[in-house]
């Protein structure tokens, strides 16, 4: 357990809303991401934080913005949801520590329905 | 550009049966890690392992074993006697080793069903 929340779980919408999930860690690690799953594309990454007010587009970020304010805190926001943006999304922490520690831990998990 | 192709969607097996998922990479990288993710019906993501691409030794825990070989840019993962519970889909990702950001390139994805 890598100390990783996610709100809301669940969430409907309506298109052109605007949506914003919730990161939550509690373990103080410096790098952050989210990813969205898809059937038949696995998980893509949408943006990643490499600390406080420091983030980076990923492979699908267009439509999405990120912030930072703490350490604990990545937020990811819709600013104007669309149907194609129905998705599970999946916020991951890189465990620092050097070798075989580094790597991606995930929360559970946000579905998100857009009408 | 970096990518990773599970060509199995779904593979469904009787309990007991081995059964090997294939894992097959691009990259230009000269260095990167190889990752295998679970995620069983309950939906999170479980780490099962990271390799490091100058590590070609096999490794196996318990029932779980991998299989890498740079020359096919394969990253197999084969799971001896399944079980019920091993049923999952299961994922490879790929990412350079690079100071800093580690952006897993992840592939489709293979459904396991365990049968009893």
């Known amino acids: 357990d890598a100390g990783i929340t996610q709100s809301p779980r669940h969430k409907v919408t309506e298109t052109g809303t605007p949506v914003t999930l919730r990161c939550h860690q509690t373990e103080n690690h410096r790098y952050m991401y989210w990813y969205r799953q898809d059937p038949g594309h696995g998980l893509r990454l949408i943006h990643y934080?490499?600390?406080?007010?420091?983030?980076d587009k990923g492979e699908v970020s267009d439509g999405y913005s990120v912030s930072r304010s703490k350490t604990e805190d990545f937020l990811l926001t819709l600013e104007s949801a669309t149907s194609s943006q129905t998705s599970v999304y999946f916020c991951?922490?890189?465990?620092?520590?050097?070798?075989?520690?580094?790597?991606?831990?995930f929360g559970p998990g946000t579905r998100l329905l857009v009408l | 550009a970096q990518k990773v192709t599970q060509a199995q969607t779904e593979i469904s097996v009787v309990e007991k049966e081995d059964v090997t998922l294939d894992c097959v990479y691009e990259?230009?990288?000269?260095?990167?890690?190889l990752f295998w993710y679970k995620q069983p019906p309950s939906g999170e993501l479980v780490f099962l392992i990271r390799r490091n691409s100058f590590d070609e030794q096999n490794e196996i825990s318990g029932r779980y074993s991998w299989n890498f070989q740079k020359s096919t840019s394969s990253f197999n993962f084969t799971i001896t006697a399944s079980q019920v519970v091993d049923s999952a889909v299961y994922f490879c990702?790929?990412?350079?080793?690079?100071?800093?950001?580690?952006?897993?390139?992840f592939g489709q994805g293979t459904r396991l069903t365990i049968n009893p």
């Open positions: 990702a790929l990412s350079p080793i690079i100071q800093g950001a580690q952006k897993l390139v």
């Open positions: 934080s490499y600390g406080v007010k420091d983030t």
């Open positions: 990259t230009r990288d000269t260095t990167y890690y």
């Open positions: 991951a922490i890189k465990n620092s520590g050097g070798g075989a520690r580094e790597t991606q831990y």
